[in-house]
């Protein structure tokens, strides 16, 4: 209902200004044909206002729209300026040819008017009428004189009828007709008229008596009431008795055919200078009309030129509105159109188009969603992989790392995308190996390789075995490498052991056997001999037994150690109070080395920790046994141990921290840190740490050994806390070893 | 202004000033008639309302041959003839007029009377400029005088 009201004030908006127009022509039409005419129109006043309220529609009309029109301009909508040029092309051609219409026939009109009256036609009709003034005058003066004569003749001291037979005396037809002698208010005293039925007298008018007893006489030709003429004569009277003042009245007519002349030349007089003066109103008023046409003209040429510019701009502004639309995205645009001109085809191309965009555009939303749902299951899939895997471009830049490939390369998650490998390994130093064999098998051209490669990030040995392959280029891909890698250092680290655990073996097996009996055969040979030899002898052979027996000594310690290495350990967990533990190693060791000084920093427990009390016994001697002798014999050593537990995202860990102020673990050692046999000690066995490393790994821990900067040696044991539900009440004592 | 009532007549007497214009005067004498309008009403003075009503025409010529001004009066047969227009003007500035045939009941009455220059009596190429030109405006307002009819 909203929607047709608002159609219905549209349709009135554009219609009213149109009927308005229609008025003023309707009117300007009846002005025009009525403009001579000798009506007495009481409506032209009405038709007057109509017309300005019609031409004021039209303006507030037209200036409406011209202000929106710039309004739109201001806002540099669509279409807009393409109206308003229409706008002035239009009036610039319809204006000067109606203005020069209006001029030329304005001008046309007053020449035409002015050429109506002729001027010797003037010329006559004004001497007719001097001519007719003059007769009048002449029988004027003429009448004057007959009364003058007359009124000297008055015998005034006879009395009144001696007056009255003067005055019958003198009446005849040809005048005077009538003779009245009047007093000075005008009444009559006496009178004679040659017409015996005639009424009273006329009696004169004041302007008449006046100048008559004023000026002693009045003469005049006087129109009668019947449109004839004649002539009064009044004459004051020489007084008979002093104060006594009279007037004659002479009335003289004139001649019938004179009377019907005069008559006609003053009425076609008359009609002419009533037409000559009405020219001036004449040409006024056709001016006023012509004006009327002229603005009525320029009017609607405006409103047709803006109608018909918002006509022709309007789906053309629609068009360029919906285009817009499509270029931010909005591609499902249509144009409605009512025509089957250009402008219809251009919005029925447009719709078909923007339908085939909306179609083509869900098509690609689909295969894009489709290719982003196999990129994230890709990326899915490379993120659950173990192995690293990286691509590259055939430019050699990574265009993809997968997470494994950033943490077991040990790189900042997303910093490597873009780099080419030699950026990388500038920025990264420990990928330098990787990056060099990578592109050393790619330079060779081959389409599958593998090579074991080592880097040492950190100071630690990572051993990786990286495989490439050539990826096949394409119309959309561009080819290039992918390399999938993996940390094998453990794999090797366990072959490592087990081959090590093996040695260990056979040496505790092979060597251990023969021990005895040579530690026996020298303390024999030195029992059976000491008395038999000299002295010197004896102290040679002595010192010579006791050196094979110390060695043998020796000898079986490092059997032993590789026994202990290699031994498979059954774990007997149980809860161990770790703090009470330390402090009973530590209470050892502080008893028998007064040079070891040893601060504690352990916090309480802490409880749950399962694990077996012997073992964690053995890594407490052998860490401290380490941290000791790298102070050097006799000197001073500081240790400092600490526990504290440490929250982790999936388990919490007990973290213990064993650390001297000594030189610290030598490269060598920080190289291969828990390889067997690898030490810094002249007298070590080079197992301490190896067999450190075995105790943690068989209680699902970590150890790692550091140099911290501010100098010393550190080692850090991590050894994995049970969940809340699956520790103990209470903190148990630990085995005594 | 004097109102008197005689019998179902009424005896009004006016004084009023009367001036043509210029564009008048040289109009009257190019041979235009110019005609005066006079609009007397009776209202009942207690609401207004509209007792009686009554138009008079007065019409005023130029005789360019005796140079005479003629008037008609609706109250005579034969118009009168002034030697000047002034005397015309006096003649009308001083009205006689007998309102007959008004049944008035006794109470309070209200006359009122205007005399204007009846435009549309003009020629007819005189009526659009006499209607945007101010000097063809020849009205006088209303002018009312209260009168009692007694029983």
């Not at chain 1, 006791?546 to 202990?564: H, S, Y």
């Not at chain 2, 009066?73 to 001083?94: G, N, W």
Request: proline share 5%; with cysteine; hydrophobic share 45%.
């Amino acid at each position: 209902m909203a929607l047709q009201d608002q159609r219905l004030k549209r349709a009135l908006f554009r219609v009213f200004p149109i009927l308005a127009a229609l008025v003023v022509l309707l009117v300007s039409l009846v002005l025009v044909s009525d403009v001579q005419g000798e009506g007495t129109n009481r409506t032209y006043l009405w038709v007057l206002v109509l017309t300005l309220l019609a031409l004021a529609i039209l303006g507030l009309s037209i200036v409406s729209r011209v202000a929106s029109l710039l309004r739109k301009v201001r806002r540099k909508e669509p279409g807009a300026r393409l109206a308003a040029r229409w706008v002035r092309n239009f009036l610039v051609f319809s204006l000067p040819p109606a203005l020069i219409v209006y001029f030329f026939s304005a001008y046309f009109l007053t020449r035409t008017i002015d050429n109506w009256f002729d001027v010797q036609v003037e010329e006559a009709l004004q001497d007719s009428l001097e001519l007719g003034q003059a007769f009048l005058d002449q029988r004027t003066l003429d009448a004057r004189n007959q009364s003058r004569a007359l009124a000297d003749e008055l015998p005034l001291e006879d009395g009144r009828d001696a007056v009255r037979d003067t005055l019958l005396n003198n009446v005849s037809a040809t005048g005077p007709v009538e003779l009245a002698l009047l007093n000075p208010s005008g009444s009559v005293v006496a009178t004679a008229s040659y017409d015996p039925l005639a009424d009273l007298p006329e009696l004169p008018g004041d302007y008449a008596l006046l100048q008559g007893l004023e000026r002693g006489e009045y003469a005049a030709a006087e129109p009668t009431g019947h449109g004839g003429l004649r002539v009064r004569v009044l004459q004051r009277l020489p007084a008979p008795r002093l104060g006594e003042v009279y007037l004659l009245q002479s009335i003289y007519p004139l001649p019938e055919s004179i009377t019907a002349l005069t008559g006609s030349i003053e009425a076609e007089y008359f009609r002419y200078r009533n037409v000559a003066f009405l020219r001036g109103s004449l040409k006024q008023s056709f001016i006023l009309i012509l004006t009327l046409v002229l603005l009525l003209t320029v009017l609607l040429a405006i409103l047709a030129a803006l109608s018909a510019a918002r006509r022709m701009v309007t789906p053309l502004s629609d068009l360029a509105r919906a285009t817009q639309r499509v270029a931010a995205g909005d591609l499902d645009q249509a144009v409605e159109f009512r025509t089957e001109d250009e402008v219809g085809f251009l919005a029925t191309s447009f719709n078909d188009m923007s339908r085939a965009l909306v179609s083509a555009s869900e098509a690609a939303e689909e295969g894009r969603a489709r290719l982003q749902a196999q990129g994230e299951y890709l990326e899915t899939v490379l993120g659950s992989l173990s192995a690293g895997v990286m691509t590259l471009d055939p430019g050699g830049t990574l265009v993809r790392l997968n997470t494994a490939a950033e943490s077991i390369l040990d790189l900042p998650a997303g910093l490597a995308h873009g780099q080419s490998l030699d950026e990388l390994a500038g920025s990264f130093g420990h990928v330098q190996p990787l990056a060099e064999t990578i592109g050393r098998q790619v330079r060779r051209g081959r389409r599958d390789w593998q090579e074991e490669v080592r880097l040492e990030p950190g100071g630690r040995t990572r051993v990786l075995l990286a495989r490439g392959s050539e990826l096949p280029g394409s119309d959309y891909l561009d080819g290039g490498n992918v390399v999938v890698f993996d940390d094998v250092t453990i794999l090797n680290q366990a072959q490592r052991d087990a081959a090590w655990a093996e040695v260990a073996r056979r040496l505790a097996h092979e060597v251990k056997n023969p021990l005895t009996p040579i530690r026996l055969a020298a303390e024999r040979l030195r029992m059976k001999l000491m008395d038999k030899l000299g002295a010197r002898d004896a102290d040679m052979l002595d010192r010579s037994a006791n050196t094979i027996v110390a060695q043998v000594e020796a000898l079986r310690k490092l059997v032993d150690a590789f026994g202990d290495y290699a031994r498979d350990t059954e774990l007997e967990r149980a809860p161990v109070a770790l703090d009470e533990l330390i402090r009973e190693v530590v209470h050892l060791y502080r008893q028998g080395d007064p040079t070891l000084q040893i601060e504690l920093d352990l916090c309480e427990g802490p409880v749950g920790l399962q694990a077996d009390a012997v073992q964690l016994r053995q890594l407490l001697h052998n860490l401290i046994r380490n941290a000791r002798e790298a102070a050097g014999e006799g000197e001073v050593a500081r240790l400092h141990i600490a526990t504290r537990r440490e929250t982790g995202a999936e388990t919490d860990w007990l973290v213990l921290d064993v650390r001297d102020q000594g030189p610290g673990f030598p490269e060598a050692v920080l190289a291969k840190p828990f390889e067997p046999y690898v030490t810094f000690k002249p007298s070590g066995s080079g197992l301490g740490l190896a067999i450190c490393r075995k105790i943690v790994a068989d209680h699902d821990g970590q150890i790692e050994i550091s140099n911290p900067d501010d100098g010393g040696a550190l080692a850090r044991v991590r050894l994995p806390l049970p969940e809340a539900g699956q520790r103990g009440s209470a903190v148990p004592r630990s085995r005594k070893a | 202004m004097d109102v008197r009532a005689r019998g179902t007549s009424l005896q009004v007497r006016m004084d009023q000033e009367l001036r043509l214009s210029r564009p008048a005067t040289r109009a009257v004498r190019n041979g235009v008639p110019l005609v005066l309008e006079l609009d007397v009403e009776v209202r009942d003075g207690a609401n207004l309302t509209l007792v009686a009503t009554e138009q008079q025409q007065f019409e005023i010529r130029y005789l360019p041959m005796s140079e005479h001004w003629q008037l008609e009066t609706p109250d005579r047969a034969a118009p009168r003839t002034y030697p000047r227009l002034r005397h015309v003007l006096a003649e009308l500035s001083e009205l006689r007029l007998t309102l007959d045939a008004i049944p008035l009941a006794p109470g309070d009455y209200e006359l009122r009377t205007r005399i204007r220059l009846d435009l549309a009596s003009l020629p007819a190429p005189m009526q659009l400029p006499s209607l945007v030109n101010r000097t063809w405006r020849h009205d006088s307002d209303w002018t009312q005088w209260p009168f009692r009819i007694n029983a």
